[in-house]
Nanobody
Framework: QVQLVESGGGLVQAGGSLRLSCAAS????????MGWFRQASGKEREFVAA????????FYKDAVKGRFTISRDNAKNTVYLQMNSLKPEETAVYYC???????????????????WGQGTQVTVSS
C-alpha cells in the first residue's frame, strides 16, 4: 500500500510559478513510476509529466515541455513538479500517481497507475 499526499497548490497569476510536492508513505516508491496528472472542472484527467523508475527518464505533455520539470528525491520519498510560466488554462486539480513497473505501464495512461493522491488545486488567474 502506498499513500500519496500532494501539496504546494494555490492561486497564482499568469506567468507565475508553483512547486508541487507529492509525499509518499507506506511502501517505498523507489521502484514505482511516478506521474502527475491534472483535471480541470468538467474535463477528463490528463497526463502532465512522469518520471520512470528504471532510468529516471522523464516524459511531458507537449504543452508543458520546457516550462514544467518533474523530479524525485528517493531519500525523502517525494516527487516534485516545478511549474513555471503558468497559464490560466492550466487551472486544475493536480494529482500525483504511482504505477508499479509492469508490461502494461504507459506513462500517459492514467489507467495504468495504481495509487493516487487526493489532489491539490492550482488556480492561475488572468
Amino acid at each position: 500500500q502506498v499513500q500519496l499526499v500532494e501539496s504546494g497548490g494555490g492561486l497564482v497569476q499568469a506567468g507565475g510559478s508553483l512547486r508541487l510536492s507529492c509525499a509518499a508513505s507506506g511502501r517505498t516508491f523507489s521502484n514505482y513510476n511516478m506521474g502527475w496528472f491534472r483535471q480541470a472542472s468538467g474535463k477528463e484527467r490528463e497526463f502532465v509529466a512522469a518520471i520512470r523508475w528504471s532510468d529516471g527518464r522523464t516524459f511531458y505533455k507537449d504543452a508543458v515541455k520546457g516550462r514544467f520539470t518533474i523530479s524525485r528525491d528517493n531519500a525523502k520519498n517525494t516527487v516534485y513538479l516545478q511549474m513555471n510560466s503558468l497559464k490560466p488554462e492550466e487551472t486544475a486539480v493536480y494529482y500525483c500517481a504511482a504505477a508499479p513497473a509492469s508490461a502494461f505501464y504507459y506513462y500517459s495512461n492514467p489507467m495504468t497507475y495504481n495509487y493516487w493522491g487526493q489532489g491539490t488545486q492550482v488556480t492561475v488567474s488572468s
